[in-house]
């Protein structure tokens, strides 16, 4: 079964708000990651957070972490045009393998 | 900082024919990763290697192979190319097992 799920797939808000996608996996992790994609180009990582932190922050950036719950979030505050990119959730289980989610499409809207 | 650099970063190859895609990772990570991404999917792992030896194995072709040099640039060989094979193909590298950081892709298409 698919590690990683987000949801939701789609995401369409206003420049200024907030923004909030969730990720759910089913298996144990070690670290859980987030990256951003912009149409057809590259991922770019934006933050990592380990299966022992709770919350974590970066710039606009804040991702939570529950274990017990199996699921992150990561939230972007104060949106911009920039930010409208696809956004995947990625587990590992403490060696090589990432697994991703099917990922949030973000449009933020001037 | 130097990044992951991939090459070619498109590539356009009839069916049948064979392609390979290199890689050359951040300097000193020790793991690279190869991705597939098709149009709207998510990215599937295919091959993964820790210090030149293949690590993990995921939904790889039998017609795909790759390989980790003493350099540490991988390339990914493709052969009998279908027309599903067309797609975003991603290498990743790490350090100790710490955030993967990924080249911009080549996008292959098959025609």
């Given at each position: 079964s698919q590690q990683g799920e987000e949801d939701p797939q789609a995401l369409s808000i206003q420049e200024?708000?907030?923004?909030?996608?969730?990720?759910?996996?089913?298996?144990?992790?070690?670290?859980?990651?987030?990256?951003?994609q912009n149409s057809g180009r590259g991922l770019v990582h934006l933050i990592l957070i380990r299966s022992n932190e709770r919350e974590k922050h970066s710039g606009r950036l804040r991702v939570t972490l529950d274990t017990s719950k199996k699921s992150?979030?990561?939230?972007?505050t104060a949106s911009r045009a920039a930010d409208t990119a696809s956004y995947f959730c990625a587990t590992d289980k403490g060696y090589s393998t990432l697994?991703?989610?099917k990922g949030t499409m973000l449009l933020v809207s001037p | 900082a130097a990044g992951v650099i991939q090459s070619p970063r498109h590539l356009i190859k009839e069916k049948r024919e064979t392609a390979t895609l290199k890689c050359y990772p951040i300097p000193r990570h020790d793991t690279v990763?190869?991705?597939?991404?098709?149009?709207?999917?998510?990215?599937?792992?295919?091959?993964?290697?820790?210090?030149?030896?293949q690590s993990d194995k995921g939904s790889i072709p039998d017609r795909f192979s790759a390989q980790q040099f003493s350099d540490y640039h991988s390339e990914?060989?493709?052969?009998?190319l279908e027309l599903g094979d067309s797609a975003l193909y991603f290498c990743a590298s790490s350090?100790?097992?710490?955030?993967a950081f990924f080249g911009q892709g080549t996008r292959l298409t098959v025609v």
């Open positions: 200024g708000e907030n923004a909030t996608m969730n990720c759910s996996y089913k298996t144990s992790i070690n670290n859980l990651q987030w990256y951003r992150s979030s990561l939230l972007i697994t991703f989610g | 990763y190869w991705y597939q991404q098709g149009p709207g999917q998510d990215p599937q792992f295919l091959i993964s290697f820790y210090e030149k030896m990914l060989n493709m052969s009998s350090l100790e097992n710490t955030e």
